[in-house]
């Protein structure tokens, strides 16, 4: 019979660091060799050691000298990753971005990773950003998909060690993961095509996130293109409302008090069918009296015939983008960059030219 071998010092340390693994204690990166040898009571050569026995295994990923190690999807193995998704509204099934993102969940399901939604959206929680943060501590996760986040929200994922995904978003700039589709191009498209059809006061209405602290790259095409036609630009182009259905309807009663818009651009389906309501109730006629453009290309607006003029965009490649970064993660090696995919406008029966009654 072979004697027993016994184990080095190493050797010992780096099966304590695989226990580790296997219990999920590490996600992402380990700590760094200062610390574990100070935690282990080992020297830091013995750390190295074992570090190295763990990258030949294929369970941790050297990143360059001087640099935490990640740990690979092998070395992770055991641990479930967890996806926390923060929704900018409720969740709601008819919605093209719930749509989405129930394929993200079904996509990551079937690669067994753990997928669960916020119980509050940042809507509810009345973007609160501290209300967020503390909303997001109740609920741990190993990476984040941020839908919408506002500025402000997003400068501080930014700072946080957990990786975090903006779908869609004020990400600019940031040291954050970012995809959507690229709209400011086709606001200003959809601006001009409303500007030849003879529409001066137009009004875009879009959620806080897009307007404060500042507009968004979309809103400023928008707000640029005005300018560029002689339009001098203010709220009235760009109005501030509160995120709730009473906020909305108090929003298009003041709209229509005095100077009534002859064009809306709406950033939201679930808007622009309030919108519709609200003006078949006053009897405006769409789009003798008023057009109508929908920043979405939504399910429920699908059923409209004819079809109203809206932006669209395939959201299959964002889902295969959203998967990936996760499969990043999984790595160890979470990107930090932006991917974006086109989008176009589409106009239907819900523009023509300016009313002349």
Known sequence: ???????????????HLRAGLRAGRWRGALPGVVRLAAELDVSRDTIRAALRILEAEGVLGARGRGRSRTV???????????????????????????????????????????????????????????RIIRHLGENPADAWIVVAGSRELLEWVATQAVPTLALYGRADGLPLARTGPLKAAVYAAVTRHLLALGHRRIMLIASRGRRKPSPGKSERAFLDELT????????????DWEETPAGYSNLLERLFQRTPPTALIIDGAAQFIATMEFLARRRIHVPEQVSLVSTDDDAALAWCHPGVAHIKWD???IVRHIVRWVTSVRKGAA??????????????????PVWKG
């Open 72 to 130: 690979t999807a092998q070395g992770a193995a055991r641990h479930r990753l967890r996806i926390g998704i923060l929704q900018h509204d409720p969740l709601d099934v008819s919605n093209i971005t719930a749509h989405l993102l129930l394929r993200v969940q079904r996509d990551l399901g079937a690669k067994d990773y753990e997928v669960f939604f916020m119980r509050q959206s940042q809507v509810e929680l009345k973007h609160d950003v501290r």
């Open 228 to 239: 560029a036609h002689g339009i001098l630009t203010g709220d009235y182009h760009l109005p």
């Open 1 to 15: 019979m072979q004697p027993l071998r016994r184990l080095s010092v190493a050797e010992l340390s780096a099966e």
């Open 335 to 352: 990107e930090r960059k932006t991917v974006n995919y086109p989008s176009e406008f589409v106009p239907g029966s819900s523009i023509g």
């Open 315 to 317: 959201t299959a490649p």
